[in-house]
């Protein structure tokens, strides 16, 4: 079962707006990923936030992580059309003898109109 | 490096016909997994290997047999391909740290008829 789930499934906006994106999960985690994949291709790391933390940035980037209401959220900032893509969060509950194995929500497809 | 590196690119089975997908990492990672993908949904583990000689069933494992015989290759094999097994099928490699930051391969587009 997805422990990740993403909203919205899709979400279209123009160049330089901000782009946000919610993913919420059911059980409690070690950490909160979020990756992005581009059409045909592999998907690549962006961020990642622990549970003791509550927001961090990368470049463009913004997560937030909200334990108590199992939710976060990414906010891409002044959007490009290479921002183009699907949107992945991915929960590690690190528990032992998982292998850390990570579990993927289905993903928010994100188009940046030009 | 090449990263994580998989062969073949695309594949096309008969029902019943077996085959093998190989993974390769040249960043000397403990952890290596197999996903599959299918349209609309986000990535499903099958297996998995947390060190050389060493697998685990993921979420779905039917179907699917695995092998690591060498750290840097892992190994997912089709005995028997059913179209329920048509899917785009990525292998991940990490660390092991306490981040687990997974590195992908470009995916393996497979369909059986």
């Known amino acids: 079962s997805q422990q990740g789930e993403e909203d919205p499934q899709a979400l279209s906006i123009q160049e330089g707006e901000n782009a946000t994106m919610n993913c919420s999960y059911k059980t409690s985690i070690n950490n909160l990923q979020w990756y992005r994949q581009n059409s045909g291709r592999g998907l690549v790391h962006l961020i990642l936030?622990?549970?003791?933390?509550r927001e961090k940035h990368s470049g463009r980037l913004r997560v937030t992580l909200d334990t108590s209401k199992k939710s976060s959220s990414l906010l891409i900032t002044a959007s490009r059309a290479a921002d183009t893509a699907s949107y992945f969060c991915?929960?590690?509950?690190?528990?032992?003898?998982?292998?850390?194995?990570?579990?993927f929500g289905s993903g928010t497809q994100l188009t940046v109109l030009p | 490096n090449a990263g994580v590196t998989q062969t073949p690119k695309f594949r096309v089975l008969k029902t019943g016909q077996s085959m093998t997908l190989l993974c390769a990492q040249d960043?000397?990672?403990?952890?290596m997994y197999w996903y599959r993908q299918d349209p609309g949904m986000g990535l499903r583990l099958i297996h998995y290997?947390?060190?050389?000689?060493?697998?685990a069933k993921g979420e779905v494992p039917d179907g699917y047999n695995v092998s690591r015989l060498k750290k840097q290759n892992f190994l997912l094999g089709l005995e028997s391909a059913a179209p329920s097994q048509t899917s785009v099928y990525f292998c991940?490699?990490?660390?092991?740290?306490?981040?687990?930051?997974?590195?992908f391969g470009p995916g393996t587009r497979l369909t059986v008829l």
């Open positions: 991940a490699s990490s660390p092991g740290t306490e981040s687990n930051e997974q590195f």
């Open positions: 290997s947390v060190g050389e000689g060493t697998t």
């Open positions: 991915a929960t590690d509950r690190g528990s032992s003898g998982s292998a850390r194995q990570l579990t």
């Open positions: 960043m000397n990672h403990e952890y």
């Open positions: 936030i622990r549970s003791n933390e």
